[in-house]
């Protein structure tokens, strides 16, 4: 088992094919291997995390690598997976170019990036989220663009399955509605 910082790795989207159906899941690649959400942990709760890391990694007799991964949101726990394969993308959709977003991506989920934390609207919960207002702000701030232009990147990410509106209703807007990335489900 590894442990890494989100930096450390790249989120990417993956699709799993099973007979007559396909899976879109978050995912992650590391030193070219493709990694899936195995178990998710509060960022108090670590050593538990560590545990039961070292323990799937011990069970599956080290021919299965597992990532520890800690950020703002907390602690994941990923498991490597041959069964499924990357998410072929549109390279040149709205301008922006793959790498371009991955990088993009990366600061928004930094410490600096979008508030990404659990919110509560109308007596319901709505956990590891953000404000798509909140996301236009900061990539016209940090990317000194139009919101305009921000409201396309962010309507991007969810055509890309890397973000999604907490109940998939809404295309992306400058507004005050709650998204979250596909890697925190």
């Not at 069970?59 to 072929?88: C, P, Q, R, Y």
């Not at 956990?127 to 305009?148: A, H, M, Q, R, Y």
């Amino acid at each position: 088992m590894k442990i890494l910082d989100h930096k450390q790795v790249k989120y990417c989207n993956l699709v799993y094919r099973q007979q007559d159906t396909i899976e879109y899941l978050p995912g992650l690649m590391f030193k070219s291997k493709l990694f899936i959400k195995d178990k998710i942990f509060k960022i108090e709760q670590q050593k538990e995390a560590k545990d039961y890391g070292k323990q799937q990694f011990l069970d599956n007799k080290g021919e299965i690598e597992f990532l520890l991964l800690e950020d703002i949101t907390g602690i994941i726990i990923w498991k490597e997976s041959n069964e499924v394969e990357l998410l072929k993308g549109n390279s040149k959709k709205n301008g922006t170019s793959p790498p371009d977003i991955d990088k993009i991506i990366d600061k928004i989920r930094s410490e600096k990036g979008v508030t990404i934390k659990n919110r509560r609207y109308r007596l319901k919960s709505y956990p590891k989220c953000f404000i798509g207002s909140e996301l236009v702000d900061w990539l016209t701030k940090n990317l000194t663009i139009s919101s305009e232009e921000a409201v396309k990147i962010g309507q991007q990410l969810i055509d890309q399955k890397i973000i999604h509106h907490v109940h998939n209703e809404q295309e992306f807007k400058n507004d005050y509605l709650f998204y979250r990335f596909y890697t925190d489900e």
